[in-house]
């Protein structure tokens, strides 16, 4: 009965019921796509930077990590290698060895990062093949060819086919120099990578630099990146304790911060907006049940209780609620849905997008069901709070008072 009379009240009153209805909807829409929007800018961000070079997770020595030196190194890197094969969980794996040198070029000197790679390897492990600006991608077979940033080949003023001569420590700390052919130009978009690594194959890196069989570091792809968590720990445990596996959120801690950093005040942002539109939410509410008053007061004097009137109102408000955070979650679902298909494209900005590790200006939202649910749940819990204290206040009214109420 109290459910037949809430919804022949919302019949009753057409434009009440369509400005709450159109008013919570749009909300509800806006809250869904400002989160998929946020979850997926996040998600590209991190991505790119993971996927750019440093990998989804790293195997090195024991104490590299705290104290990155030649004195740490992987001094065996074959029985690495054997080991990780055996693992079917990964996708692939490749050595690294980075060293910090100083490169010259005619009139310019620039320090930077020379690395050696497995370059076949390395095509799955990271986007330094896809990034190729120009000239060719290295082979395992090349010597003294070097594949580098365009900004680094810019600061010495070399281009394909220049050369340029470095200058470093080897892995038994003695001096290496060599000199290298310009072979290929990467460009990823982040700017300081692009200004100081150079690359090499690794079996020429391994003789100029006397580390053979030694390795900085491995770079694991998993076959489910999504378990790079769990695969890490698996491989803490299976590697031997003179080694240390670290998934991609311990690699990059100060990147995940950040974004964790920027989500709560994306949310503080969001809850500061829906705090206001509920306010909106109960002020129209109030207006609109006052504008019932005399009605609530016949029914007073016709019998019906405080708790019956408080309840049909309430019923009014829930299925107000339930059909507009149902139409604003499949809206602001739709809109998440297509521009997660199609990325939102944001041409004039890369230079900002660089210093938050973003290598292109196209940032896909992020359309994940729970997460859209859970907003709906968010807006029809804040829906119906805002209508408690409007019905309370209306429902204080003796019948007399209520009767005479103009």
């Known amino acids: 009965m109290l459910i ?25 829409a806006l809250l869904v796509f ?29 104490k590299f990590r705290d104290s990155p030196s030649f004195d740490h190194l992987i001094f065996d890197a074959d029985t690495v290698s054997q080991q990780l094969s055996q693992n079917q969980d990964i996708a692939t794996f490749g050595a690294r060895f980075e060293s910090f040198v100083l490169f010259s070029a005619n009139e310019k000197s ?12 390395e095509q799955q492990l990271s986007r330094l093949y896809s990034s190729l600006h120009s000239g060719d991608y290295l082979k395992t077979t090349d010597t003294n060819s070097a594949y580098i940033g365009i900004e680094l080949a810019r600061r010495l003023k070399v281009d394909i086919g220049d050369e340029i001569v470095f200058i470093g420590n080897g892995a038994d700390y003695s001096f290496a120099a060599d000199t290298l052919k310009i072979k290929g130009l990467f460009q990823t978009g982040l700017y300081e990578f692009d200004a100081s690594a150079a690359f090499i194959a690794k079996p020429y890196f391994d003789v100029i630099m006397a580390a053979d069989n030694y390795a900085t570091h491995f770079i694991v792809q998993p076959k489910h990146p999504e378990q790079t968590v769990e695969l890490a720990a698996q491989l803490g445990e299976t590697i031997g304790s ?41 002020i129209y509410t109030l207006l609109t049940v006052f504008g019932r008053i005399r009605e609530i007061g016949v029914l007073r004097a016709i019998g019906t209780t405080p708790r019956q009137i408080f309840t049909i109102l309430l019923l009014e408000s829930c299925v107000l609620a339930l059909i507009s955070v149902i139409a604003g979650g499949l809206l602001g679902g739709a ?7 199609h990325p939102i494209t944001l041409s004039g900005f890369e230079d900002q997008f660089k210093q938050y ?44 008072e209520a009767m005479r109420h103009v």
């Open 34 to 62: 400002s989160t998929a929007w946020m979850d997926g800018s996040h998600q590209t961000m991190i991505k790119n930077a993971v996927e750019i070079y440093p990998g989804y997770l790293q195997i090195t020595a024991d």
């Open 357 to 400: 590790g973003l290598a292109v200006s196209a940032i896909p939202t992020a359309f994940e069901p729970w997460t859209i649910l859970r907003d709906m749940a968010v807006m029809f819990t804040l829906s119906v709070l805002s209508t408690i204290y409007p019905i309370i206040k209306v429902n204080r009214y003796k019948p007399v």
């Open 335 to 341: 809109f998440a849905y297509y521009f997660e298909l």
């Open 242 to 282: 003179q080694y240390q596996s670290a998934s991609w959120n311990q690699i990059m801690a100060e990147l995940v911060k950040a974004m964790e950093i920027d989500s709560l005040f994306g949310y503080i942002t969001l809850a500061i907006i829906f705090i206001v539109v509920f306010f909106v939410i109960m």
């Open 110 to 121: 620039v320090g930077g990062m020379l690395t050696g790679i497995e370059p076949e390897k």
């Open 4 to 28: 037949k009379l809430a919804l022949r009240n919302l019949i009753a009153y057409k434009k009440r019921t369509i400005v709450t209805v159109l008013l919570t909807t749009i909300t509800t």
